[in-house]
């Protein structure tokens, strides 16, 4: 029962990932109430109105392979990427029991990192939202329940205090609005789930900007958008679980 509910929650969470996208794409460009909810969706460059089967969240990126019919505007690999990740982290939220507040963190950073993909830049009210959001968690499941034993609020603090401290001494801006959501992490997460998310998020990081300044797409000063970053290192920490402790020591000690 427990894996159909999961499944049942993947097919939903696609087309709740599908409609947050189109919300928020609603939101940044200016649509007034009630058009943000009743318009119907239109391509974003020649305006044409979608059927309802170039609407279905994933297959239909791939059924058109991402293209408009009409004017054969390609619609960035962003949306299915960030919908199929998001549907998937939802299920597995609720596949390994892990706590309810996890639906709302993959949702803030799902949000977080579509204007982070679009501006390099983050919206101030989301991350200050986040942050209230973690602190009151924390003292619910954590100080009051003592339903969250390791808490990471320590080691997150450490980390972000240290990055700060170091891009000051070398003179790099690194985020502030970046910092503040790897800190408020903390207050959600156990120690081993925070270092899991750190390894992942590193190396993904790593991995992402070499890929770009070997494609000549950036140098070693660009700024990189980390939100879909770590919305995505988030995703995977829940998707693999504790199995990335696993895999790690494997790989290290073999
Ligand atoms: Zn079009």
Not at 31 to 44: A, M, N, W
Not at 130 to 135: K, M, N, V
Not at 177 to 194: A, E, M, P, R, Y
Request: net charge positive; glycine share 4%.
């Amino acid at each position: 029962m427990h894996i159909y509910i999961s499944v049942v929650i993947f097919f939903l969470g696609l087309a709740l990932a599908s409609f947050f996208n189109a919300l928020l794409y609603r939101i940044d460009n200016g649509y007034k109430y009630p058009d943000i909810y009743i318009k119907g969706s239109h391509c974003e460059k020649c305006g044409k109105r979608l059927t309802w089967y170039e609407l279905i969240p994933v297959l239909s990126f791939l059924i058109f392979r991402g293209k408009c019919k009409q004017c054969g505007y390609k619609v960035p690999m962003y949306y299915p990427v960030s919908e199929l990740v998001l549907a998937l982290s939802l299920s597995f939220i609720f596949y390994f029991s892990l706590p309810w507040t996890f639906y709302l963190v993959v949702l803030f950073l799902f949000s977080l990192s579509y204007f982070d993909r679009i501006y390099k830049e983050i919206p101030q009210d989301i991350v200050h939202a986040f942050l209230i959001f973690g602190f009151l968690s924390f003292v619910i499941l954590t100080i009051v329940n003592g339903s969250i034993i390791n808490n990471s609020l320590l080691l997150s603090s450490i980390f972000s205090l240290s990055v700060y401290v170091l891009s000051k001494v070398i003179k790099k801006d690194f985020g502030m609005g970046d910092l503040l959501v790897i800190f408020t992490l903390g207050f959600f997460l156990t120690i081993s789930q925070f270092m899991s998310f750190l390894y992942i998020f590193l190396g993904i990081s790593l991995l992402y900007s070499l890929t770009l300044i070997l494609l000549k797409r950036a140098t070693i000063k660009s700024a990189i958008p980390l939100l879909p970053v770590m919305y995505i290192s988030f995703c995977l920490m829940v998707i693999l679980n504790m199995r990335l402790e696993i895999i790690l020591e494997s790989i290290l000690f073999i």
